[in-house]
């Protein structure tokens, strides 16, 4: 029992930092693909509501200790940005497991001011969606897997 827990908790942290890095945990800890992709759901959700919550603290933290500006203009900022004017918030949580950590994703939601609500609805869909779709994938696909080992 506390064996599979410990999986679990595993699955969840990888997805907290980098989205893919649970499904991929879940395929070497020998999880089905259903509930690599629960626990990596999870993992992505406790980063939004982190990062919601304390998103703005984190920001005038970072502002208080910085040294100097940040660049305004960085190549993420701009492709931040280009989604952002194109798509919103369905777009900044669509591509956030693919293109962005789901820190940086809330981030990003947090820093262009979207409601929390908002941000819970989309980051949720996208993470149902994103983690069901790549757990499966990574389980189903045997060169995934030997190339995991």
Avoid: D
């Avoid at 089905?32 to 980063?47: D, L, P």
């Avoid at 820093?111 to 609500?117: C, D, G, S």
């Amino acid at each position: 029992m506390k064996a599979i827990f410990l999986k679990y908790i595993s699955v969840a942290l990888a997805s907290t930092l980098k989205f893919f890095g649970g499904p991929i945990t879940g395929v070497v800890l020998r999880l089905n693909w259903i509930e690599t992709a629960v626990c990596s759901i999870v993992g992505m959700m406790f980063s939004v509501l982190v990062v919601t919550y304390v998103g703005k603290g984190i920001q005038a933290l970072l502002k208080k200790y910085r040294k100097e500006t940040p660049k305004k203009f960085s190549k993420t900022n701009r492709i931040a940005v280009r989604i952002w004017k194109k798509f919103g918030i369905i777009g900044i949580a669509l591509l956030t497991p693919p293109l962005f950590t789901p820190i940086f994703g809330t981030a990003l939601a947090v820093a262009f001011r979207v409601p929390r609500a908002s941000i819970f609805l989309w980051m949720t869909l996208s993470a149902l969606g994103w983690g069901f779709f790549v757990s499966y994938i990574a389980h189903k696909m045997t060169f995934i897997q030997e190339w995991i080992k």
